[in-house]
Each structure stands twice: as structure tokens, then as C-alpha cells.
T-cell receptor, first 112, second 114 residues
């Protein structure tokens, strides 16, 4: 039982490049979330999804896009990376509202 | 404004000392409350959670937390910390009034000195 898997684990991008982070969960969870973690700022919600085909903005959505075409996958896209997007990105999923969140191992992204 | 506040940013304790980490939130109505721990280089793991019922909840590794509705608080405690408790601790809130969003505090870094 893999839980929540994030791909890739590390990535270095040049300013202006694009990339997609993949989050996959095998627990049949309805809700999925993307967070970024920065020193002294905790985890901030970027986007989330309450079910297949749905997405919604979180606290810091600018510069990111997401898609949830399949229930088990939640993709986070950066269309034109900026140094301010250097961060550790975590994906999480929950069975439904208010239940425990399960986290992936994180993706460390550096934009130079 | 920050909706989940953790007042202690960095705590240093000696082994066997008692621990209390503060967490306050600003939502009314129904809330679900969580404490997560992040060991160095790892992802977040659930320590304990409160949904309803007894306001004193017990979690893994001897941690407990008390929900005080009138104070909008959910403080984490442990009577005697160990070196292996060195980690970052996050309080999280899921509130009906915020829809489906899961908000985290800024975290408290705990260092336990052997």
C-alpha cells in the first residue's frame, strides 16, 4: 500500500521553464491538496480538489494550475517557473471532509 | 490574517522536560483539529486528532492535546520528551465555514537536547 506518491522528488528548473508535479494516491480518497512549505511560513494551500474533475484555489494559487482528470491523480503545473516558486511541495489526500490527511514525501523544487 | 496560530516558533528542551505547544484558531462553528509531526527530511505524519467528544485526546508516542472551545485552542502536550521527539510540529484545522480547506499553522521547531 503506497499511500500518496509524489513524482519527482527533486527538480531544478531555470526561470521561465515549465513542469508538472504528479501526485498519485491509492486509497480511493475524494479530496486532494497541493501545499508548498517555506521556512517560517508553514504549509500554505495552493489548490485543492474535492473530487474527480473538480479543482479550487487555495491561499496561494498564482503561478500554478492543477488538474484532476482521474480520481487517483492530482497534477500541479508551473507554466513559467519563477525563483519565488523555489519551495518544497507536498501533496495530501483525505477520504472526505474533516478526516485525516495523508501526505506524500514531498518534491524539492529549485528555480534558478 | 493567519487563521491558525502557533505561538512558539522554536523550542529547545532537555530530555525528560515537559512540553506544551500552543495552537489557536480563528474559526467558529464545527472544527476538526489535528497535530502533525515532521521529522527531519520526512513528510508530515498524524500525531493526533479531535473531531468531537472528550476534549482531551491522546495520540501516538505519548502526546496528548486538549481542545478548549471557549479559548479556540488545541494545545499539544507531552509529560517527558525524548531526543527522538526532535521535529517540527504543525497544528491544522478543518472548519466547516472554510469549506474543504485544510489550514496549517506556521509550525514549531522542537529540539530536544540529550
Amino acid at each position: 500500500n503506497a499511500g500518496v506518491t509524489q513524482t519527482p522528488k527533486f527538480r531544478v528548473l531555470k526561470t521561465g521553464q515549465s513542469m508538472t508535479l504528479l501526485c498519485a494516491q491509492d486509497m480511493n480518497h475524494e479530496y486532494m491538496y497541493w501545499y508548498r512549505q517555506d521556512p517560517g511560513m508553514g504549509l500554505r494551500l495552493i489548490h485543492y480538489s474535492v473530487g474527480e474533475g473538480t479543482t479550487a484555489k487555495g491561499e496561494v494559487p498564482d503561478g500554478y494550475n492543477v488538474s484532476r482528470l482521474k480520481k487517483q491523480n492530482f497534477l500541479l503545473g508551473l507554466e513559467s517557473a519563477a525563483p519565488s516558486q523555489t519551495s518544497v511541495y507536498f501533496c495530501a489526500s483525505t477520504r472526505t471532509w474533516g478526516t485525516e490527511a495523508f501526505f506524500g514525501q514531498g518534491t524539492r523544487l529549485t528555480v534558478v | 490574517a493567519q487563521s491558525v496560530s502557533q505561538h512558539n516558533h522554536h523550542v529547545i528542551l532537555s530530555e525528560a522536560a515537559s512540553l506544551e505547544l500552543g495552537c489557536n484558531y480563528s474559526y467558529g462553528g464545527t472544527v476538526n483539529l489535528f497535530w502533525y509531526v515532521q521529522y527531519p527530511g520526512q513528510h508530515l505524519q498524524l500525531l493526533l486528532k479531535y473531531f468531537s467528544g472528550d476534549p482531551l485526546v491522546k495520540g501516538i508516542k505519548g502526546f496528548e492535546a486538549e481542545f478548549i472551545k471557549s479559548k479556540f485552542s488545541f494545545n499539544l502536550r507531552k509529560p517527558s520528551v525524548q531526543w527522538s521527539d526532535t521535529a517540527e510540529y504543525f497544528c491544522a484545522v478543518n472548519a466547516r465555514e472554510t469549506g474543504n480547506q485544510f489550514y496549517f499553522g506556521t509550525g514549531t521547531s522542537l529540539t530536544v537536547i540529550p
